[in-house]
């Protein structure tokens, strides 16, 4: 069975630094997509930054230059370093694997997300 683990998260204020981490276990022979979203309260989730297995990566424009994805694939471990982080970068962000090979078949599977708050 695959599972994600999120680590990273915590109180940081307005300007600094946080890097969250996010590792898929189990039996892997492959994983597409890596990426991160987030979900402030009241509000739906949304697309943070994407990176394939070759590297190409997405992000939303409200972080490009402040935020950078990266990811191990010998480790099926995807990172998010974020500078610069506001009092709207604030939520709880999610780790999701895209296209997830196993011997469950492939699919997709979300990490149990690490709050993320940015004081003023």
């Known amino acids: 069975q695959v599972q994600l683990v999120e680590s990273g998260g915590g109180l940081v204020q307005s300007g600094g630094s946080l890097r969250l981490s996010c590792a898929a276990s189990?039996?892997?022979?492959?994983?597409?997509?890596m990426g991160w979203y987030r979900q402030a309260p009241g509000k739906q989730r949304e697309l943070v930054a994407i990176i394939t297995s070759g590297g190409s990566t997405n992000y939303a424009d409200s972080v490009k230059g402040r935020f950078t994805i990266s990811r191990d694939n010998a480790k099926n471990t995807v990172y998010l370093q974020m500078n610069s982080l506001k009092p709207e970068d604030t939520a709880v962000y999610y780790c999701k694997a895209e296209r997830v090979r196993s011997y469950a078949g492939p699919r997709d599977y979300w990490g149990q997300g690490t709050q993320v708050t940015v004081s003023s």
């Open positions: 189990g039996i892997i022979f492959s994983i597409n997509f």
